[in-house]
């Protein structure tokens, strides 16, 4: 039976809006891309709500790395912490949301995970707003230029990790869906499964929507996402060094980095030196470089420590100059016997030097990241 809710205006009159079903599956699906909001984030999670970006509307998933859209997923969104969020959206009424949605959006998220990459999706988020550095800023509340490297980077971590969450949006959950969501959120450690059921109630003059979501149980810890919860500083990430040798050692790399023009990009447990070239050859700043403090931290499929050198996802929209340069960069510590080469499959290359051999080795560092910053200004 359909239910009914009241508002009461001035002077004190009720105006009953009576729930109606949405008259299309497309009515519900341009009213979360325009607010994504609606997917109620302080429900999911309570005290530390969820924020929204939407990528795009009907992002294509292959099912090969290298092939072309077989399926379409309803909208993909992001939140603030990076989590790529898979969003499929039924009306009530129809039968495919009690039981062959569940397997579609398990099937793509499957796909999804070994298919995009950060940089599609990045590209994907840019080109369909007027100004993603300031949705950007908003979504990661932060009042200056948002480290959108940073932020991409994280979102390149979690679909490595596969650390993903699946939305199935509706005006109307079924009760064998919903349980069907708690049984999957319950065993899926990496994956957040929830339902969202938005119901419509309207007056004469009104439109009311009410989010409920569905399935997250008390018992369930918060997910760790892999977002950061703090901005270091140059003295805070001094501090945190294991020895003198380390900090002389970062503040000799620090100052090559400004000397020669670069950006330092403060992140949780790391500061990132990047370079901007001109923006006809690449509109984005170019990460060389990444000074950790004692922990390890996770970008381009590698879990990166210490002071890490080269450059992440090497890929084949680059321009030639530019590719060659990064390429010769990351290649110099393939060869060093105190550095520790790495390669993923995304096409990110480090070569990773202890404190202590960072140190014993810094004149050489030093020179070569001064090298490389100097050839990616002039090119």
């Known amino acids: ?15 009953p809006l009576e729930e109606e079903a949405f008259s299309t599956e497309d009515e519900l699906q341009a009213l979360i891309a325009e607010h994504p909001e609606l997917l109620d984030g302080e429900q999911i999670r309570p005290g530390d709500p969820r924020r929204w970006i939407l990528i795009t509307r009907e992002q294509g998933i292959a099912d090969t790395p290298d092939g072309s859209a077989r ?14 969020t898979l969003a499929e959206v039924k009306r009530g009424s129809n039968r495919e949301l009690r039981r062959t949605i569940v397997g579609q959006l398990l099937e793509y998220a499957a796909h999804a995970a070994q298919t995009w990459t950060a940089d599609e999706l990045r590209r994907t988020f840019e080109e369909s707003n007027d100004d993603p550095d300031a949705v950007l800023a908003a979504l990661l509340q932060v009042d200056d230029e948002p480290d959108a490297d940073g932020f991409w980077e994280n979102v390149a971590t979690n679909l490595t990790a596969r650390r993903l969450r699946l939305l199935f949006i509706a005006d109307e959950i079924p009760d064998p869906l919903e349980q069907v969501v708690k049984f999957l959120n319950e065993q899926m450690p990496r994956i957040e499964v929830l339902a969202v059921e938005i119901k419509q109630f309207r007056g004469e003059s009104s439109q009311t ?19 950061p919860r703090r901005k270091l500083t140059r003295e805070t990430f001094l501090e945190e060094l294991p020895s003198d040798r380390a900090r002389k050692a970062a503040v000799r790399l620090l100052k090559v980095a400004q000397e020669n023009g670069a ?11 990047r370079v901007r070239v001109r923006a006809e050859v690449w509109p984005r700043p170019i990460t060389v470089a990444w000074l950790c403090t004692r922990d390890t931290i996770s970008g381009g499929g590698l879990n990166i420590r210490d002071f890490a050198f080269g450059a992440i996802n090497f890929g084949d929209d680059l321009p030639e100059g530019l590719r060659t340069t990064l390429d010769r960069w990351a290649d110099q510590f393939a060869g060093d016997t105190f550095a520790e080469a790495s390669e993923s499959g995304e096409g990110t290359k480090v070569g990773m030097v202890g404190y202590d051999d960072a140190a014993r080795h810094i004149d050489l560092l030093a020179g070569r990241l001064a090298n490389v910053l100097s050839e990616l200004k002039a090119l």
């Open 1 to 15: 039976m359909a239910e009914r809710i009241y508002t009461r205006g001035e002077r004190g009159r009720l105006e």
């Open 263 to 273: 950006l330092l990009a403060w992140r949780s447990n790391t500061v990132s030196i």
């Open 209 to 227: 929507l009410v989010p409920r979501v569905i399935g997250r149980t008390a018992d369930l810890a918060p997910r760790s996402t892999g977002g």
């Open 71 to 84: 399926w379409a997923l309803d909208h993909l969104i992001v939140d603030q912490d990076a989590v790529p």
